[in-house]
């Protein structure tokens, strides 16, 4: 396996980390993954180096992205995030990885931030991060999505981690979850999800995934929510775990077979 990292960007968080597997093969399919942590400076893209391991392991090239979190206003990591995603299917191709078959992961506020990166298309030409050409993915997997931003502010989520990132309230920043929150934004109608949150998760309640699958069905996307019992929030970073084997069966069956 290769593993190298890859700056997006000036800063010392604009960067990400390839992990390629080079096992004699045809090119590996690509996985992009985005961690989470409440868009908090103490968490990196380390919470995610099992994950990328084992996925390299099962045949999936991963690009892991690090991203400038709340300390920068708004919508520093929003900008960061559009540009690692195209930056890395832009770079894959150049390393070895076919970019036609493709998956995005998040978890948590990583969930989220991916969430907000399928609405690209639609986002107003003014809006960070806009792109009419943004890439769609054959699946992207939210695992205890922070995809309901408006709500999530309301419930003070991540002792007001929401309002940190946005810069204020709902009701102080309209404008901004106008374009921020995926629970307001019109979804990538191409790329089907998956939706993935345990019973026992007191980190990020299950009705953030219900919320946000209700949303996408309303906009008729394909998309689906499996409910792990007796799940905390944290299974999914363990490779072994109950979770990870379903989203890496997903993965599977979307990019491999």
Not at 29 to 58: C, F, M, N, S
Not at 94 to 112: P, V
Not at 209 to 221: E, M, P, R, V
């Amino acid at each position: 396996m290769r593993r190298f990292t890859e700056p997006y960007g000036d800063h010392a968080r604009q960067f990400g980390e390839w992990f390629i597997p080079e096992d004699g093969s045809a090119r590996p399919p690509l996985v992009i993954v985005v961690h989470g942590g409440y868009w908090r400076p103490v968490w990196r893209l380390d919470l995610e180096e099992a994950t990328a391991l084992d996925l390299a392991a099962h045949g999936f090239a991963v690009w892991s992205i690090e991203y400038r979190t709340y300390e920068f206003p708004w919508p520093t990591t929003m900008n960061d995030v559009a540009t690692a995603i195209d930056q890395g299917l832009a770079e894959a191709a150049r390393h070895g990885i076919d970019t036609t078959r493709r998956a995005l992961l998040g978890h948590s506020a990583g969930g989220g931030l991916a969430a907000w990166a399928t609405s690209r298309r639609a986002l107003p030409a003014d809006a960070p991060g806009a792109d009419p050409d943004a890439a769609a993915f054959d699946l992207v997997v939210l695992h205890a999505p922070v995809a309901c931003l408006g709500i999530g502010s309301r419930d003070k989520l991540g002792d007001g981690a929401i309002d940190t990132l946005m810069g204020g309230r709902p009701e102080d920043v309209p404008e901004r979850y106008a374009v921020t929150d995926p629970h307001a934004l019109t979804p990538d109608p191409v790329s089907r999800r998956l939706l993935l949150h345990g019973t026992e998760d007191v980190d990020v309640p299950v009705s953030q995934s219900q919320t946000y699958l209700a949303h996408l069905h309303a906009h008729g996307i394909e998309a689906d929510l499996t409910i792990i019992p007796g799940d905390t929030h944290y299974e999914i970073l363990d490779p072994n775990s109950r979770v990870s084997a379903l989203r890496r069966e997903a993965l599977t069956r979307a990019l491999l077979d």
